[in-house]
């Protein structure tokens, strides 16, 4: 059975950091690039960072770029450090599975496995 399990969301305060995870099952998690995902209240989901399984190149969305970092172990666990968060990061985050991570356009319907998501809290 094919899993993604996030961990690592919570409350925290502005300018503080997170960092989530994301463990993987029943797939060959090396195969597959990793993308990471948010959905804000009344909000559509937005695609805000994707890592290639090709080249391990890494891609960000304008919103988060060089306060996210997105990574993984290569094994089965992918993650993204998330620092200097604004109230506006609060959402529930999902990391997803993708054959796809090739530019900062990241794309919901792309991506063939979805973990539950786990709630982000930052408050001001």
Request: proline share 2%; charged share 20%; hydrophobic share 30%.
């Amino acid at each position: 059975e094919v899993q993604l399990v996030e961990s690592g969301g919570g409350l925290v305060q502005f300018g503080g950091s997170l960092r989530l995870s994301c463990e993987a099952s029943g797939f060959t998690f090396d195969d597959y690039g990793l993308g990471w995902f948010r959905q804000a209240p009344g909000k559509e989901r937005e695609g805000i960072s994707c890592i290639s399984s090709v080249d391990g190149a890494t891609y960000y969305t304008d919103s988060v770029k060089g306060r996210f970092t997105i990574s993984t172990d290569k094994k089965n666990t992918g993650y993204l450090q998330m620092n200097s968060l604004k109230p506006e990061d609060t959402a529930i985050y999902y990391c997803a599975a993708t054959l796809t991570c090739g530019s900062s356009i990241i794309l919901d319907y792309e991506y063939d496995y979805w973990g539950r998501g786990t709630q982000v809290t930052v408050s001001s």
